[in-house]
């Protein structure tokens, strides 16, 4: 079963525009990362946040958790038509002695020009 | 290339063969995982390897599926009398990692097996 669930499942917008993604997860976690997905590629990491951190910036990108909440939201700020893609949340969970990845569905972001 | 490198891209069997995947995973990366990926999904977590040693697997693995990685170094995944069911993206990835709290996986471009 899956840890995350994010949200929108889809997101529309214009370049410029800010793109807000949330994730939702069940359990106590060690860290929560963010990744990006282009149609039938691979992941690439984003960015990671640790539980006992509330915010960290990357470029265009911020990451918040709540961990009293169970959640985390991925902010673009000044989205490029390049930023097309699916994203996924995915978090390690307490306690994992090895470190594998539990992911979300995704929330696919389609950027127009 | 410093990748993840997976092959093949594609692959397209019919229903009841065997197929193989390959994973050559960062040199220096001594963990793999292997995920499977579905339509619309995210990935989901199949198998773990310690350099050569399998430490986890998902209950997701049934009795057809078997992975090995000899030496710690590239790994293979295998799926015996393949299944409809079995079609997805099969991903691999690598990381180097001793603390929990290490950066992320570096995955490969994947392995898309369609069953017909």
């Known amino acids: 079963s899956q840890q995350g669930e994010e949200d929108p499942q889809a997101l529309s917008i214009q370049e410029g525009e800010n793109a807000t993604m949330n994730c939702s997860y069940k359990?106590?976690?060690?860290?929560l990362q963010w990744y990006r997905q282009n149609s039938g590629r691979g992941l690439v990491h984003l960015i990671l946040?640790?539980?006992?951190?509330r915010e960290k910036h990357s470029g265009r990108l911020r990451v918040t958790l709540d961990t009293s909440k169970k959640s985390s939201s991925l902010l673009i700020t000044a989205s490029r038509a390049a930023d097309t893609a699916s994203y996924f949340c995915?978090?390690?969970?307490?306690?994992?002695?090895?470190?594998?990845?539990?992911f979300g569905k995704g929330t696919m972001l389609l950027v127009s020009p | 290339d410093t990748g993840v490198s997976q092959d093949p891209r594609h692959k397209i069997t019919k229903r009841g063969q065997n197929v193989t995947f390959r994973c050559d995973p960062i040199?220096?990366?001594?963990?793999l995982y292997w995920y499977r990926q579905t339509l619309g999904q995210g990935p989901e977590f199949l198998t773990y390897f310690q350099n050569e040693a399998q430490l986890e697997k998902s209950r997701l693995l049934s009795d057809r599926f078997s992975a090995e990685r000899p030496k710690g170094s590239f790994s293979t995944l295998e799926i015996q009398r393949t299944e409809q069911g079995d079609s997805a993206m099969y991903l691999c990835?690598?990381?180097?990692?001793?603390?929990?709290?290490?950066?992320?996986?570096?995955f490969g471009s994947g392995t898309r097996l369609t069953v017909v």
């Open positions: 359990t106590s976690i060690n860290n």
């Open positions: 040199s220096e990366h001594n963990r």
């Open positions: 990835a690598s990381s180097l990692g001793t603390s929990i709290s290490l950066g992320g996986y570096t």
């Open positions: 995915a978090t390690v969970l307490m306690n994992s002695g090895y470190s594998t990845l539990t």
């Open positions: 946040i640790r539980s006992n951190e």
